[in-house]
Protein backbone atom coordinates (compact mmCIF):
# COMPACT_ATOMS: atom_id res chain seq x y z
CA UNK A 1 0.00 0.00 0.00
CA UNK A 2 1.69 3.21 -0.84
CA UNK A 3 2.06 6.12 2.03
CA UNK A 4 -0.24 9.26 2.12
CA UNK A 5 0.97 11.66 4.15
CA UNK A 6 -2.96 13.42 5.47
CA UNK A 7 -3.86 15.98 7.78
CA UNK A 8 -5.55 15.47 11.14
CA UNK A 9 -7.69 18.17 12.24
CA UNK A 10 -8.29 17.99 16.21
CA UNK A 11 -10.95 19.63 18.33
CA UNK A 12 -11.15 18.67 21.86
CA UNK A 13 -13.96 18.28 23.13
CA UNK A 14 -15.22 17.66 26.66
CA UNK A 15 -15.56 14.19 26.61
CA UNK A 16 -12.18 13.73 25.21
CA UNK A 17 -11.12 14.43 21.42
CA UNK A 18 -12.34 14.38 18.00
CA UNK A 19 -10.12 13.94 15.01
CA UNK A 20 -10.73 14.27 11.21
CA UNK A 21 -9.00 13.70 7.68
CA UNK A 22 -9.55 16.44 6.15
CA UNK A 23 -8.23 15.12 2.78
CA UNK A 24 -10.43 11.90 3.19
CA UNK A 25 -13.70 13.36 5.57
CA UNK A 26 -13.22 10.05 8.16
CA UNK A 27 -13.37 11.14 11.31
CA UNK A 28 -13.34 9.49 14.98
CA UNK A 29 -12.86 10.16 18.51
CA UNK A 30 -11.61 8.72 21.78
CA UNK A 31 -11.33 10.07 25.57
CA UNK A 32 -7.01 10.80 25.15
CA UNK A 33 -5.95 12.64 22.11
CA UNK A 34 -3.54 9.41 21.50
CA UNK A 35 -6.64 7.24 21.41
CA UNK A 36 -8.53 9.05 18.99
CA UNK A 37 -5.52 9.06 16.01
CA UNK A 38 -5.20 5.32 16.66
CA UNK A 39 -9.04 5.25 15.99
CA UNK A 40 -8.32 7.71 13.14
CA UNK A 41 -6.08 5.40 11.52
CA UNK A 42 -7.91 2.33 12.34
CA UNK A 43 -10.65 4.17 10.26
CA UNK A 44 -8.52 5.55 7.58
CA UNK A 45 -6.46 2.06 6.29
CA UNK A 46 -10.06 0.06 5.69
CA UNK A 47 -11.12 3.32 3.90
CA UNK A 48 -7.97 4.00 1.45
CA UNK A 49 -8.01 0.32 0.81
CA UNK A 50 -11.47 0.06 -0.08
CA UNK A 51 -11.29 3.19 -2.18
CA UNK A 52 -8.08 1.71 -3.89
CA UNK A 53 -9.88 -1.89 -4.73
CA UNK A 54 -12.86 -0.16 -6.31
CA UNK A 55 -10.55 2.34 -8.29
CA UNK A 56 -12.57 5.44 -6.82
CA UNK A 57 -9.30 6.98 -4.78
CA UNK A 58 -9.27 10.62 -6.42
CA UNK A 59 -5.42 11.88 -6.39
CA UNK A 60 -4.45 13.44 -3.35
CA UNK A 61 -2.79 17.27 -4.34
CA UNK A 62 -0.03 18.65 -3.30
CA UNK A 63 -0.17 21.31 -0.50
CA UNK A 64 3.03 23.67 -0.31
CA UNK A 65 3.07 23.70 3.57
CA UNK A 66 5.04 26.30 5.07
CA UNK A 67 6.17 26.86 8.72
CA UNK A 68 6.76 29.89 10.90
Do not use: D
Not at 39 to 63: Q, W
Request: proline share 6%.
Amino acid sequence: MPTYRLTATIWKKPEGHVVRCSELGVASAGGFLSVALVHLKEVTEPYLENMMSTAELIPIKRFLQVSS
